[in-house]
């Protein structure tokens, strides 16, 4: 059986003078082992949880990030299936807002370092391709439906 992971993909809006539309800023953390790989904060559902409850927990523990400091984007939900160490692997994804530019991140022991990106520099970071397509969707789904 596949292991079940959750996550958010955070991001935020830079505002600049004199151009119409935001730019967009991803949320990567640094994990502290093995190849020392750069995602969005996600984990493992826990018994009794729901997806959607698993990301939220997940990213206050790993960036100190509460619910309460998000906007969830509607519409938007990404399945991926790999294999990690050996073993097949769902994660899911939505996509959620901050609600203050400036939010304060607080890593966990799990996590080294954070950066908010662009779309292209976090796609370098992010080295797997499954990662790459869902920040590329994301970022082409919050392009498509900006007000």
Request: aromatic content about 8%; overall charge negative.
């Amino acid at each position: 059986m596949a292991l079940r992971a959750c996550g958010l993909i955070i991001f935020r809006r830079r505002l600049i003078p004199k151009v119409e539309n935001p730019t967009i800023e991803f949320l990567l953390l640094q994990a502290s082992d093995g190849i020392h790989h750069w995602t969005p904060p996600k984990g493992h559902v826990e018994p009794g949880e729901d997806d959607l409850e698993t990301a939220l927990r997940e990213t206050q523990e790993e960036a100190g990030i509460a619910a309460g400091q998000l906007t969830i984007i509607e519409g938007f939900r990404r399945e991926l299936n790999y294999v990690a160490r050996n073993k097949p692997k769902i994660v899911i994804y939505w996509l959620a807002e901050v609600k203050d530019y400036d939010v304060e991140i607080c890593l966990s022991q799990e996590h080294q370092a954070y950066r908010w990106l662009g779309l292209d520099e976090a796609c370098q970071l992010a080295q797997f391709k499954e990662m790459k397509a869902v920040l590329q969707e994301g970022h082409q789904f919050l392009c498509s439906t900006a007000s």
